[in-house]
């Protein structure tokens, strides 16, 4: 214990904290511009150190990213053994860490809370931290530090899996722990492979083929426009992908007028793509391929592209896999009856609930953040979350994977196999492909590409699944956004008081009205986001709540 304490304090004090930072691990870890970010990034690597060493020493992941922020950020966050987002139980501890002003400080932070979680500290228990890093300048040196952070901790070794998109590292880490290949090339055969069997599981002759197997895809400069490169050589001659803004040969910049944020946020057309190429069926993902969203130029005046969103995304999974159960349940099978679930936040527009109520899904809604989705969508025996972003992914339970797996079997056998059969195999195809551990651009990707050739549809086809409420957002920069509070998925403000009832007296002078405030996780305002039944009824709404939130605070 004494030799850990000194070996603990001499690497920290090579890390000091800049003055005047103030980090705390929100909804996607700690972000800062990446040249203030050393000692944040060395504690965090004490922080998984310990965190595997908690949980038995299980890998666990750590990711050097700042996903869609300018490209001289960058940031650092924790994947627990099962891939998912470190609990929420220790993003305290992970604050105090960071915020520790020297490293005698530190380490009494680190020594009360291993001896409060009863860590086993100080004893050679070898124990893994899965690195991975964006393509980020600054994300080399912060590599360094996380990894002299690592080897502070007894026991701890730090494996470097390169430079992967945000999602491969948690599936990697997932993977690790279930004890099967976590390699990239594993995650691309993975992939290529489901998608494969997927598209052979297409029905022959559709009714409608309007599905044109071309599709272009916004990189974002980043490591996904790379990696979907790499992932090409793998896929079935079915599918054409164009990728622009792939981040080669210092093609752009990095998430600047590119990327799905971008896309999503400006409604606009990204770098790289023009009116040329109106009408095609387009994506993008964000700076660490965690969110994508679907994208039409229109060639019209002034209405520059169609968007199809997270929630559109979120509705096509939804339509498929209620099929394929329906399916199930018609031969049937117990699986059929699965407990199946979607997962938004009050971002999602109002229409895309509707239209998934109106299929007969349950709907359920949680604060902003993947962790609060993710944990939500674990609750059902299929579960899809997605945030209107493009961040989403579906989750299989092991009681579902169980029972499909018999039938899989059968059809093996049994070739070609009920219409009950073939739904099974999609779904456990399916179950394959998406990944389990987070969302991932990726993986969404090819699973839309392979919805649209099952059923013939184009963007368009697609996009008209309902027609999105006018919605804007808007932020109000403030002084101090932690004053702000809300309960009911963010739906409600809590204090300051008196705030919610000004927000409900101007929505209630719009028709289909809604609007909700929040204080950002990643940026210094409160949001505001409204929707009503024309554009400038929603403009209108927003303006006023933001000059009641300005006013308030
Ligand atoms: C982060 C979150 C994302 C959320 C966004 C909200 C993760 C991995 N990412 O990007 O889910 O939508 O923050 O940002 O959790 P905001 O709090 O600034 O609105
Ligand atoms: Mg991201």
């Known amino acids: 214990m004494e030799q850990q304490r000194a070996i603990l304090l001499r690497c920290a004090s090579g890390f000091p904290l800049p003055p005047g930072v103030k980090m705390s691990y929100g909804t996607a870890g700690f972000r800062a511009e990446g040249m203030t970010l050393a000692s944040t990034v060395f504690r965090t690597g004490v922080l998984a150190a310990l965190r595997s060493l908690k949980m038995g020493s299980a890998a666990v992941g750590l990711m050097i990213t700042a996903s869609h922020n300018a490209v001289g950020d960058n940031g650092v966050k924790v994947a627990d053994p099962s891939g998912s987002m470190m609990t929420q139980l220790w993003e305290p501890f992970a604050d105090a860490l960071a915020g520790a002003p020297t490293a005698e400080d530190f380490v009494r932070v680190v020594f009360e809370f291993v001896d409060e979680e009863k860590i086993p500290f100080g004893v050679a228990r070898p124990s893994e931290i899965l690195l991975g890093r964006d393509t980020r300048p600054s994300g080399e040196a912060l590599l360094e530090a996380a990894k002299q952070g690592i080897a502070a901790v007894v026991g701890a070794v730090a494996i470097d899996m390169g430079i992967l998109t945000t999602p491969q590292l948690h599936w990697m880490v997932r993977r690790r722990n279930e004890g099967r290949g976590a390699s990239e090339d594993e995650y691309f055969r993975q992939l290529s492979d489901s998608f494969r069997r997927l598209m052979d599981l297409s029905p022959e002759g559709t009714l ?172 059902y025996d299929v579960g899809i979350y997605f945030e209107a972003n493009g961040h989403g992914t579906v989750l299989f339970s092991d009681k579902f994977l169980r029972e499909l797996e018999p039938l899989n079997a059968e059809l093996a056998t049994n070739h070609p196999g009920s219409e009950s059969q073939k739904a099974a195999l999609r779904l456990w195809e399916v179950s394959q492909l998406i990944n389990q551990a987070v969302g991932d651009a990726l993986s969404g990707f090819l699973l839309v590409e392979a919805i649209l050739r099952h059923k013939g549809w184009s963007i368009e086809d697609w996009n008209s699944l309902y027609q999105d409420l006018p919605s804007r957002q808007l932020k109000v920069k403030v002084a101090d956004r932690s004053v702000v509070t809300t309960a009911n998925a963010e739906t409600q403000v809590v204090n300051p008081p008196g705030l919610q009832e000004a927000i409900d007296a101007e929505t209630a002078k719009y028709p289909n009205g809604r609007c909700f405030i929040r204080p950002s996780g990643t940026e210094d305002v409160v949001r505001v986001y409204a929707e009503a039944a024309t554009q400038e009824a929603a403009d209108g709404l927003a303006r006023a709540v933001a000059l009641e939130v300005g006013r308030s605070l």
């Open 208 to 379: 409608r083929n309007a599905y044109d197997p071309s599709v272009w895809v916004d990189g974002a400069n980043g490591v996904g426009g790379e990696k979907l490169g790499e992932l090409m050589k793998l896929l079935p001659a079915g599918l054409a992908v164009h990728v622009r803004n792939s981040g080669k040969d210092g093609e752009g910049i990095l998430n600047d007028g590119v990327g799905a944020d971008f896309v999503q946020k400006e409604k606009a057309i990204p770098h790289g793509f023009s009116t040329s190429d109106a009408g095609r069926r387009c994506a993008s993902l964000d700076g660490d391929a965690d969110r994508l969203v679907y994208f039409r130029i229109t060639g019209e005046e002034g209405r520059k592209i169609d968007l199809t969103d997270g929630d559109k995304i979120l509705s096509l999974f939804s339509l498929f896999i209620k099929e394929q159960l329906a399916k199930l349940e018609e031969g049937g099978e117990p699986a059929g009856r699965a407990r199946l679930g979607a997962v938004q936040t009050a971002y999602a527009n109002g229409a895309s609930t509707e239209f998934l109520r109106r299929m007969g899904m349950e709907v359920a809604f949680t604060p902003t953040g993947v962790k609060h989705l993710h944990e939500k969508a674990s609750e």
